[in-house]
């Protein structure tokens, strides 16, 4: 599995824990609302003011599409060609036989067919909604395909599995940029509230490139499952202090402790600055 790479920071005017990437792309969880996430991702969580800043519509476009995705798929339900599938497996061995251990179908198949994304929406009116929806498409698509296939299988079974999943998503892009199209307003408009309610909350809210995290009020459960799917590891920096009931951490963000009550998980990551988060895939479902 291709592993990430996640720092948790305590930042200026804001509790934050950058989390970065360096693997192959991977797609989000259930848990994570099914959001899709680059190799090089950077995501933190933030309280606050420096939070609220970031609940803007140009954040939700990432969550919208996972949302809205699995909304079109009735519609948009157009099957692979053949000659798609075809030369795409020839390519895929060739590639996979080099290095078959760390050939891994879901990583390949969100890989590939997010490549083409930038191009196939050049000349929409809203490229950075067309771009999600895209990148959307092909994680559910790669997801849905690849699922089943174990890192021990033979290249012929992961490549016909990253080749099937890949040129459905292409078969069904178009049709899924304009289904989704109609329903970005609708989305961003439900999205801002929550963000901004999460925002306030003493956990706060996860941003992921600066793209909402919509995690349904499920921020530790969302955390642990990207742990387990992606075997991350963790470091963390940051400093803290505690006297009586009161907590100081850098950045002039403060939380209440009870020194009389074990911790809970998340209320150690505010105190101590640090998480022992994550690993483990997609579907950003």
Known sequence: MPRLRLR??????ALAFPLFAASEAHAGIEACGDIYVEAEAMCEVLVDEACVAKCEPVSFNAACAAELEVSCAGMCNAQAMASCTGGCQTNCLDICDVEPGSFECQGECNASCTASCDA?????SNQAECRASCEATCDAHCEGSCEGTPPSATCDAKCEAKCQGQCEAEANVDCQVLCQADGYADCKAELEGGCEVRCKEPEGALFCDGQYVDHDGNLEECIAALNAILN?????????SCSGNSCQA????????????EPRPFLALLVFGAIGVLAGRRRWR
Do not use: Y
Not at 120 to 124: G, P
Not at 250 to 261: F, H, I, L, P, T
């Open 8 to 13: 948790h920071a305590l930042l200026s005017a």
């Open 120 to 124: 196939d929406c050049s000349a929409s």
């Open 232 to 240: 991350v590891q963790v470091d963390a920096s940051g400093s803290a």
């Open 250 to 261: 850098e950045g002039q963000v403060s939380c209440n402790c009870k020194a009389d009550a």
